[in-house]
């Protein structure tokens, strides 16, 4: 376990160059940029996620990858209207999760069923591309798909680029939400009404050398249905995980090129 601690720190470490470790966290979190160009042709770092769907699936009912994710990161349970829901990692059915892999002869253990979703990280995310104010941005370090809050104006446009409705906005304060159900967390940033977030891979436990809270809890809860890590690296659970299971992406037609993958 601790040989594993000690590599995840390296890497985090390469992830933060150009950034500053020891930045205050809403400075790193909201504020960090890449350094620049690309700092070579493959990057030492790309960070991504494998989700066994059926791992998932055995575990019917459990929420604990959102629930863990959402208290962390002070997201607010928004209900009603459901336009108004905010969210970083939730289920969706298979058949709208995976529109091109579903057809009239999918498998029936399959069809209907919850599937996890959240930000694919994409290698070449339309979000950015479209973003008038640089405040979502693509880490060329590690490949994160990041936002800054404070540049965010608020003009969804990225929400209308991403095709596969991973981003929120606040339509109204979701601080007084967080107070009231006494979950708001000072350890991390709130955000403010009339910006967009979402997922971000947990970027400040990796800059710890931790992974992501959605994998944490969905181990914790005796599931082993996520999988995170350096996709680059051969000896990662993830580059395992590809090499010998068949996997799928979201709407691979696209060319967005997620970097969440699925076993099914």
Request: glycine share 6%; hydrophobic share 35%; proline share 6%.
């Amino acid at each position: 376990m601790e040989k594993d601690r000690r590599a995840f720190l390296k890497i985090a470490g390469v992830s933060l160059v150009g950034a500053g470790s020891t930045v205050p966290l809403l400075s790193a979190l909201t504020r960090a940029r890449a350094s620049g160009d690309e700092p070579a042709a493959h990057p030492e770092v790309r960070w991504g996620m494998v989700i066994d769907t059926k791992k998932c699936l055995r575990k019917e009912g459990c929420t604990a990858c959102s629930a863990g994710c959402h208290w962390a990161h002070n997201v607010p349970t928004i209900p009603e209207p459901k336009r108004h829901e905010v969210k970083w990692i939730w289920k969706e059915q298979y058949e709208h999760a995976f529109t091109e892999q579903h057809h009239g002869f999918t498998n029936e253990a399959l069809a209907g069923q919850p599937v996890t979703v959240l930000c694919n990280h994409c290698e070449r995310p339309p979000c950015v591309r479209v973003c008038p104010t640089q405040a979502t941005f693509k880490r060329q370090s590690d490949g994160i798909v990041a936002m800054d809050q404070h540049r965010c104006i608020g003009c969804r446009y990225c929400m209308a680029a991403c095709p596969y409705g991973a981003r929120s906005f606040n339509w109204s304060d979701p601080r007084p939400v967080l107070e009231a159900s006494r979950t708001m967390r000072d350890d991390f940033p709130t955000r403010t009404k009339g910006v967009v977030e979402k997922c971000n891979f947990c970027a400040e436990r990796l800059a710890k050398g931790e992974r992501p809270l959605c994998v944490e809890a969905c181990q914790a809860n005796g599931g082993r249905a996520l999988a995170f890590g350096n996709l680059y690296d051969e000896s990662s659970e993830v580059a395992k995980l590809l090499k010998r299971s068949h996997t799928i992406r979201r709407k691979p037609s696209l060319g967005t090129q997620p970097h969440v993958f699925y076993i099914v």
